[in-house]
């Protein structure tokens, strides 16, 4: 829990009395103290190097009224990333330096830009390449951390993914939109107000010029941080309906928040808009084939002998289950294709597999490698896309495991002596 004044005074007396009558260098570092977070100090200078990081994602002037209406925000961000880093290696993690060079590397690319042009933007106002070094730690040991512990215990029923499919089943065909967020939990029926409030300062921040991603990367309590806040591509049903009613109104390149849902406030970026694609379903051909082998240069008289055999073997196709027990009398090839989608197919299978009803071949089909009959076993129209099932299906996942990594973080607020300057 957050300690305040009398905690403060004491603590910060014991300190004096620690350091005994040192230098006066040393009393200087004593009064440079913003915050400690159980043993570990954080420095005014930390506090200092991290506002101007924030600042510089929205290329501001930093003022002392900017520096001021931000402070209270990025002290419990960082104070929060001390609890996170904390935890992480008394549970055996640590992050390398290399680790570090890729997460880097990644926003620099989200960016479009290169890693010297991002540190080059950051020495622009005074912040230490370490600074954005150390928030990058500790996002990726929080990352690894949530995702060890809690990954297994994470469940996603089929019923929960159909549920999910069906609301955007009843959108098919009207807008898909391209969304970023920025999820700030209240964790406390007493920190609303705070909450929103800080919701605000970062809506000014960001209709001030600052990138939705810097700001997002630095604040969002969602697991979608890690990735500047981009959830992709969503349609109406997918979130929450707060949310949805907001995105419906909002113009390419506008923000909407603070947006509060029983979670927490979002802050709802929106990159771009595009027509959905109807989600139908698919149609799912499971077939199998005979094989009868003949080389393109094959002459006339083989090619003639080949289809006569191919034409032989589709009067001894009567089942799917024939195929099976007759397979080895002709090519390697021959035996079951398995569940596929029309798409798959080449044209020529796709238009003969088109004209018959399961149970049914097709007249052998000439390809380099000889001639095909195909059997079509069963035909089921309409089935989920399986990409569209397995991106929901991680969605729902990683909403899980938002929720689990905020009630970790706020046990450990909890459970921590942190006392504030």
Request: overall charge neutral; proline content about 4%.
């Amino acid at each position: 829990m957050f300690r305040t004044a009398r905690y403060a005074a004491s603590f910060l007396f014991s300190l004096v009395l620690l350091t005994g009558m040192g230098s006066h260098a040393d009393a200087q570092t004593v009064q440079r103290i913003a915050a400690v977070v159980n043993d570990e100090i954080v420095s005014t200078y930390d506090l200092d190097q991290r506002l101007r990081l924030v600042i510089s994602a929205s290329n501001r002037e930093p003022t002392q009224d900017l520096l001021a209406r931000l402070q209270p925000q990025v002290l419990r961000s960082l104070i929060d990333e001390r609890l996170q880093l904390q935890e992480a290696r008394r549970r055996g993690i640590e992050v390398g330096a290399d680790e570090v060079d890729r997460g880097i590397a990644q926003i620099a690319q989200r960016n479009n830009i290169s890693v010297e042009q991002l540190y080059a933007r950051f020495r622009a106002f005074d912040v230490s390449p370490e600074t954005f070094r150390d928030q990058i730690r500790a996002e990726i040991a929080w990352n690894a951390l949530v995702r060890g512990r809690f990954a297994s215990r994470v469940t996603v029923s089929q019923d929960e993914v159909q549920a999910v499919y069906r609301r955007i089943a009843a959108q098919s065909g009207s807008e898909q939109y391209r969304v970023s967020e920025i999820f700030l939990a209240i964790d406390q029926p007493g920190r609303a107000a705070e909450v929103r409030q800080n919701a605000e300062r970062l809506i000014e921040q960001l209709r001030s010029g600052a990138s939705f991603a810097s700001i997002a990367s630095q604040f969002s309590e969602s697991t979608s941080a890690a990735n500047g806040g981009d959830i992709g591509w969503v349609t109406r049903g997918q979130l929450d309906p707060v949310l949805d009613r907001a995105l419906a109104g909002l113009q390419t390149g506008m923000i909407a928040g603070p947006l509060e849902t029983e979670a927490g406030v979002y802050i709802l970026g929106l990159a771009d808009k595009r027509a959905a694609q109807p989600v139908g379903g698919q149609t799912r051909l499971t077939l199998s084939q005979i094989v009868v082998p003949v080389t393109p240069q094959a002459p006339a008289d083989e090619v003639a002998a080949a289809q006569a055999r191919a034409s032989e073997a589709r009067r001894r196709m009567e089942s799917c289950e024939a195929v099976e027990s007759i397979r080895a009398d002709y090519s390697p090839l021959s035996g079951a294709l398995g569940a596929l989608t029309p798409a798959d197919l080449p044209p020529a299978f796709r238009s003969a597999v088109a004209a018959v009803a399961p149970g049914e071949t097709t007249a052998p089909i000439r390809t380099e490698n000889g001639f095909h009959v195909l059997m079509l076993c069963d035909r089921e129209e309409n089935t989920p896309d399986p990409q569209l099932m397995e991106r929901i299906e991680g969605q729902l996942r990683d909403q899980q495991l938002t929720v689990l990594a905020r009630r970790y973080l706020r046990d450990l607020r909890r459970d921590s002596t942190i006392v504030v300057r």
